[in-house]
């Protein structure tokens, strides 16, 4: 239970602290930072424990000595049956979580193995991470570990059943965030049924790897993907007044916020940094000169990173840049590669008929805001382009692979899908 | 409402549909395990979920020295198990090995974990490096399928008797087949030498008795040396020195008395000059000229490059290994 209250205290303290926001965004800012902070401070060698303090109380001061203005935003009645639709499967989550002990692959293996690692040596460079035991892959980011190590460590207990709470609380937070923001950018109704599709989808929901109950994360990359999608979007409805925006807080500094979502990008999963890239080229069209703050951001984040991983042993990881070159070598993986999408698209169990939904929303979305759609489009095209380049590229049997990741590299995208549903939707009622 | 406005709803119902068609079920069936789990502790739901690997877990957890690095050895279809087994042991800290012969392979580094687990599909448990080599030695194929039995005989000597490995997949062991032919049961005292360890069997009338290590299996050590048999019944037997890795098999013969004459031969690489004090008594034995003093039961080796010439009260062979890996033995005349 201290997990729980670490979980649902902490992070959303750190995230108001640096200005008024959703429960979602503030939960989402909250990890973000609370990680990157962490991170940098271990690099330089920055005792962990005595970084924690300061952020927060630094979160705590913040908070204290800000005016809050009222909440001037329009009360949406016409969304409480979308809220219960939503609510209803997370509270499900909710008694699972509490009850059912953490039994996925990935989670255990790498991802809160590291957090235990960490919050064990309080440190992200120590004997852990130096081979003094098994972490098969060393080099993955560690943002979300961090996080989950600030919660063993608040609650001097390295079990797992601590850590849950976690990965539940993005896929809250994340929801939150959609409804929050499609509800501003296209309609509040549009808004909360994104955020319901979003928890009913059985890759999120209920899918044992990858999905709320797993310690994947994919949800958080998802969910910080997102957030950076949104500040795109955000921009463009800016810079045209767009009139869906009336709720629209002008005070928030688009492109620091763009950057910071870029950060955390970088520092919780490898796909992150190319995720990060390509949200910065889009950016580009859309901050113009203001893009210099998100790409400093994203350097210092992946500068990092790699100074990190200098630092330690690999792991058994594939090393991404190393295979690029061999691309045309494997050129009979590219068949697998450029089918793995379509076919787990379709795959039902996993989302029903979510992605041929997105297909069709995505050729009336570009009749509606062709320039919000075409964001949309081209963070999707762009990701799993790149993504099939690296299936094509791999050095593991790229059916198998394909098999345990084209699902959770979907999930990093579902963002813009919702907002192409969500755009297609307001079109269709709008005629 | 128009057809247009109800367009999507209905796409959006649909849509809603489907998601729920496949979730709703799952998270049923999630909640109603939970419920099943709710009134267990922790642990206890923990092993509910996993099965006796877990338990086996939680026992080895129990076990093992809080500060020791362990290594987990794992079967090739096990690495998952010692994967999750590194989870739930932390901070215990962990080294994995796939295979035996991995961790001997590692045997010079001095980081090398002392400790062993054996890890399994099913379960993990605290073992031996020792026990590991049994376990796939007894579950592999033994090298002499035929064993040629000597003629009968109650008193012999084997020159060298050894249970060790070499870089893998050196693996060298006495495979031994003892067939009594007598209508009575023998009684057989076995003395490992030099360390003088003694071992007595039981061979029922007209049957015969299979070892695939014989040292192993008989003494529980891994080590080398000669061996003493004496037995109440003639007894036909072979005794093959076998390099599993290699699948390899040189019977070995059995030996009365001293012989130091070695025919020159040609010899290969890691050739060694094995020399055996038989007796009771310290004897003193001259090699290429040199005398040598040798202990009681003395079994002794060194390096040479050519096949020496040793005189005195002691049994001499060479052993070389062709470049196969096979290895020849130098007998005396």
Known sequence: MIGLVVTLVLFPLVGWSIGRRSAGEAFLFGAGITGTLLFLAGLVHIPLVAALAVIMALAIIRIATTSRNPDTRHPTPDTRLATAVMVAPLIALTFITTITPLSDFDGRAFWVLKAKGIAHERAIDGPFFRGATLDPRNHYPILIPLDGAVILGVSHDLDDRQIRWLYLGFLLAFALLVRERIGRLVSPAAGAWSAAILVWLPQFAVEGEGGALSAYNDIALAAFAAGAFFELVDGVSQSRGLAVSQDFDASQPRDRQFALWLAFLVLTKSEGLPFALVLLIIGAFVFRKRIAIPAIATTIAAIALFVWRARIPAGDEEDILRMLPTVFCKLPNLGYAIAAFPRHMLLFPRWGLFWIAVVIAAVVALRVDRRMATIAISVIAAMLAIYAGVYTATDWVVSDLIAVTADRLLMHVIAPALMLIALAGYRTKSI | MNGRSLMPRIAGALLFLSLAATTLPRLVALVNNARALLPLAY???????????????????????????????????????????????????????????????????????????????????????????????????????????????????????????????????????????????????????????????????????????????????????????????????????????????????????????????????????FVVNLNDTAVTATVSGNPIPFAPHAFVSWPVTNVPRVSGNVYAFVATRQLNGRTDFLWPR
């Open chain 2, 43 to 273: 642990d206890v739901r923990r092993e509910r979920q996993m099965g006796p690997w877990y338990a086996s877990v939680k026992a080895l957890r129990r076990e093992l020295p809080p500060n020791e690095p362990v290594a987990l050895v794992a079967t090739p279809r096990g690495v998952e198990s010692a994967v999750f087994a590194n989870y739930y042991l932390y901070p215990i800290r962990t080294r994995l090995f796939v295979g035996r012969n991995n961790y001997r392979d590692a045997a010079n580094e001095p980081a090398l974990p002392k400790t062993i687990a054996a890890v399994y599909v099913n379960h993990v448990e605290r073992t031996t490096y020792d026990a590991l080599r049994d376990r796939d030695l007894r579950a592999g194929r033994r090298v002499v399928a035929a064993p040629q039995l000597s003629e009968p005989s109650t008193t012999f000597t084997l020159p060298i008797a050894a249970s060790l490995d070499g870089p893998a997949p050196e693996t060298f062991v006495i495979e031994a087949t003892i067939a009594n032919p007598t209508p009575s049961a023998a009684e057989i005292r076995v003395t490992f030498w030099p360390k003088g360890l003694v071992k007595t069997l039981t061979i029922a009338p007209g049957s015969t008795a299979a070892y695939y290590d014989f040292v192993h299996q008989l003494f529980g050590v891994t080590d080398r040396g000669w061996m003493q048999v004496e037995s109440s019944q003639p007894l036909r037997a072979a005794f093959y020195f076998v390099n599993r890795g290699h699948d390899d098999a040189t019977l070995l013969p059995k030996v009365t008395s001293a012989a130091t004459d070695i025919a020159a031969a040609p010899v290969y690489r890691d050739t060694k000059l």
